[in-house]
Nanobody, 126 residues
Framework: QAQLVESGGGLVQAGGSLRLSCAAS????????MGWFRQAPGKEREFVAA????????YYADAVKGRFTISRDNAKNTVYLQMNSLKPEDTAVYYC???????????????????WGQGTQVTVSS
């Protein structure tokens, strides 16, 4: 089981940027697909971005494509989410998650992930 700890959330004005980090415990981080999800009040948790174990495959939700960038540093057991051109509708609790399976095509499905962080709040003011 991987323990995940997010950081980097906060309050930012529309058009601003934030960088989220997710530090993972354990020796097998490099074998996980890692994902970022978010959940706004009264809404379901939604997919934001995912990155395969070696970083060769990256996926984004349409709502964040071109504004957000996911990356990982396997030497540091950390995955990042760089968020630029933030909008008020990006306001949510952001979670990182680990998929410990060998491979799954359902990188967008929260049910596919095994381990979750506690979440970090991102608030974008207009």
């Amino acid at each position: 089981q991987a323990q995940l700890v997010e950081s980097g959330g906060g309050l930012v004005q529309a058009g601003g940027s934030l960088r989220l980090s997710c530090a993972a415990s354990g020796r097998t981080f490099s074998t996980y697909t890692m994902g970022w999800f978010r959940q706004a009040p009264g809404k379901e948790r939604e997919f934001v971005a995912a990155i395969r174990r070696s970083g060769d495959r990256i996926y984004y939700a349409d709502a964040v494509k071109g504004r957000f960038t996911i990356s990982r540093d396997n030497a540091k057991n950390t995955v990042y989410l760089q968020m630029n051109s933030l909008k008020p509708e990006d306001t949510a609790v952001y979670y990182c998650a680990a998929d410990r399976s060998y491979y799954s095509s359902r990188y967008y499905d929260p049910d596919n992930y095994d381990d979750w962080g506690q979440g970090t709040q991102v608030t974008v003011s207009s």
